[in-house]
């Protein structure tokens, strides 16, 4: 059974740039969750899976130099909250399913499924 997350997403339902984020908008004061980022929607290659306090997170991403050959307009990213209690088996089944480029270490154990994010427009998520 796949648990159900709410991937976030900018103004007018398009993806977030990771260099465009408004770190300190209050929706992320205190969220903590699961994240994905990536290059090119329109071929996505997924580049990091992670998990944290998202604005602090994603502030360390930014300064990330692997992450900055990519372009600063060519990376995208999304969220989602995600309990801590289940917080490392989720951020496992996106890591082994999505495959990273730059995976860090990442929670061993259990997994568990989620939705993933649908890295175009399309209506159904990407096949991986």
């Not at 998202?54 to 990213?77: C, K, M, P």
């Not at 209690?85 to 082994?96: E, F, G, N, P």
């Not at 860090?104 to 159904?124: K, M, W």
Request: charge should be negative; glycine fraction near 10%.
């Amino acid at each position: 059974m796949t648990a159900f997350v709410e991937w976030s997403k900018g103004e007018g339902g398009s993806w977030c740039k990771l260099g465009e984020v408004e770190l300190d908008h209050e929706s992320l004061i205190g969220m903590e969750g699961v994240y994905v980022i990536w290059h090119d929607p329109g071929n996505p290659v997924v580049l990091r899976v992670g998990e944290g306090p998202i604005r602090n997170r994603l502030t360390q991403e930014r300064s990330d130099q692997r992450l900055a050959t990519y372009g600063r307009d060519g990376l995208f990213v999304t969220w989602a909250p995600v309990n801590a209690i289940h917080r490392a088996d989720v951020t496992r089944y996106l890591a082994d399913t999505l495959k990273p480029t730059f995976g860090d270490r990442y929670p061993a154990g259990n997994q568990i499924e989620v939705n993933l994010p649908c890295f175009s427009h399309r209506t159904s998520p990407v096949s991986w």
